[in-house]
Every structure is written in structure tokens, then in C-alpha cells.
């Protein structure tokens, strides 16, 4: 075993255990794919372990991988602030960040603290809103970096995490087949509201708003509740609820991006800088 681990090794391997696809990954960074596996290939002879499980079905990280993905994380971050002190320059100034709201509760707040703590002369602006009204936002020019739900309207944007949308409800919820389907959703432009009710009707099925709130908390505990049903991303399931079982014979919602999107009118070359090195953190890592 070597023990010196290739700082763009590193950033592959964590680009194919966020999209689990060395077809995604090479996408997302503009490499070939035959370069991400050399790249995978010689990081796990380094490391003299197997970092991925390879099948027809797909990619999985095996218990070395997985122990792999907080390494890489520390060994990038720590060349990041090597290389922030050498060159001198200190990030300055105002960064407007809006998140989707499904993020408030996973890596969000750890990666936001410390890029906090490695830069703290950017005044770091967060705004949490529904994907699409970080959209909005961000085309009239009053955010500086968003990191929301792909928009089939603008499908631009760099990956930072491929799901699925399911249904989810209160364990044990019965639902009649033969009455609309109670619905729980974010008020609109919400991307997941659209998607669900452009699938139901594609699908033919009835269905009937239980509640809408703007917050996420607020769907929850009507979900919790039994109220009814709502659209969520798969990895990112509240605890207290469950996804509806097959049986239920509900549509599929089908896959979901998470992307990274930059405001087209930067205001000036700091506010740029802090934004890739923002979105740099967010990449070094699975958010979920």
C-alpha cells in the first residue's frame, strides 16, 4: 500500500459516490469515462482495498468505500486550505446561497459551518425556498449560487446528487382506490408539487389537496397525521413516515437531480470566488 492518495483520484472517487454511475460521473466532470475508471482503479491499488462493488445492476460503495468517503473529504479539504494560505488570498465579500429546503436537515449545515469557519470575511446570505422560487431568484439576479431540484424548464445545472421521487405516508395509512388520492404538497411554482399532479393526471388518477404549506415541517406533520400522501425524495424520507407499498398501485414519480446552478449576473470577481469555493465544499461530499 502506498499511503498518497491523488487529490483528482479523490475527486472522482467522490463524484461516483454521489451519482453511484462512472457514466455520471465522467458528465459531471467532464472527463471520459475510460479516465474515471483509471482514476477509481488506481485509487483503490493505493489503498489496496475495493472501493466499489460493480454489477449489471449497478455501483455500490463497499464498507471500505464507505469508510473512504470521510477521508477523501478530509484530505481535499485540508489541500484546499494548503493551498488557500500559500497563495496568500483571503475570499472577501457577499455571497447569496439559496437551498432547497429538503437539504435543511442533512450535510447542509456541517458543509455551511465550515465554510464559515475557513472563510470568514464572506458574508454568507442563505435563503431556503421551494426549487422553484430558487429559480425565479436566481434568473432575477437576487442569488449568487443555488443548489435546488433540476427544473425540466432549465435542465442547466452541475449534479450534485441523483435520487428518485416516492410516495410517502404515516405508517399503516389505508388509502381507497376507489376516492381521489388526499394529497399533501408545497404551494406552487414547487417543482415536486408539479410533478406529482402532472403524473396522476398522465396517470388518470383522482386526487384532492389535503394541505399545502410553504414549509417542509408543516407537510410533515400532516403526513404524520394521516392527512394523506406526499411527493419526497427517496434518500431524504422525515423520520415517522414510510413510502406507500406497491400494492397501493400508485404511479411512479420517476428520477429527481439535485443541481448546482450559478447566478448569470455575478456582481464581481470575489462573489464568484466564493461561490465555486462554496460550491467546491458542497461537491466533496454526498449532501444527503
Not at 483528482?8 to 459516490?17: D, G, P, S, Y
Not at 465554510?115 to 429559480?135: C, I, K, N
Request: aromatic share 6%; glycine share 10%.
Amino acid at each position: 500500500m502506498e499511503g498518497v492518495f491523488d487529490p483528482a483520484q479523490l475527486r472522482t472517487f467522490l463524484a461516483v459516490a454521489q451519482t453511484l454511475s462512472f457514466t455520471q460521473a465522467a458528465h459531471r466532470l467532464g472527463v471520459r469515462q475510460s479516465t474515471v475508471s483509471q482514476h477509481v482503479r488506481r485509487l483503490e491499488e493505493a489503498a489496496g482495498r475495493q472501493l466499489f462493488s460493480r454489477d449489471t445492476h449497478g455501483v455500490e460503495l463497499t464498507e471500505d468505500g464507505e469508510a473512504m468517503l470521510g477521508f477523501a473529504r478530509s484530505i481535499l479539504e485540508a489541500n484546499e486550505r494548503a493551498a488557500g494560505w500559500f497563495r496568500g488570498t483571503r475570499l472577501r465579500g457577499r455571497l447569496r446561497f439559496g437551498a432547497s429546503e429538503d437539504f435543511v436537515v442533512t450535510r447542509l449545515p456541517e458543509i455551511l459551518k465550515g465554510f464559515r469557519r475557513e472563510h470568514p470575511e464572506v458574508d454568507l446570505e442563505l435563503t431556503v425556498e421551494l426549487s422553484g422560487t430558487l429559480h425565479q431568484q436566481l434568473e432575477a439576479g437576487k442569488l449568487d449560487l443555488v443548489l435546488a431540484k433540476r427544473s425540466e424548464e432549465r435542465p442547466q445545472g452541475q449534479l450534485v446528487w441523483r435520487d428518485r421521487l416516492v410516495w410517502i405516508g404515516a405508517e399503516g395509512l389505508r388509502l381507497d382506490p376507489g376516492r381521489p388520492l388526499p394529497l399533501i404538497v408545497f404551494p406552487p411554482p414547487g417543482l415536486t408539487r408539479a410533478r406529482a399532479l402532472d403524473v396522476l393526471e398522465r396517470h388518470g388518477r383522482s386526487w384532492r389537496i389535503v394541505c399545502t404549506s410553504g414549509s417542509l415541517n408543516g407537510l410533515v406533520a400532516a403526513a404524520r397525521a394521516g392527512l394523506g400522501v406526499m411527493a419526497h425524495t427517496d434518500g431524504l424520507i422525515p423520520p415517522g413516515l414510510v413510502p406507500v407499498p406497491e400494492r397501493a398501485g400508485l404511479p411512479e414519480l420517476g428520477p429527481v437531480d439535485f443541481v448546482l446552478l450559478y447566478g448569470e449576473r455575478q456582481r464581481d470577481t470575489a462573489t464568484r470566488a466564493a461561490a465555486e469555493r462554496l460550491a467546491e465544499a458542497i461537491m466533496a461530499g454526498p449532501v444527503p
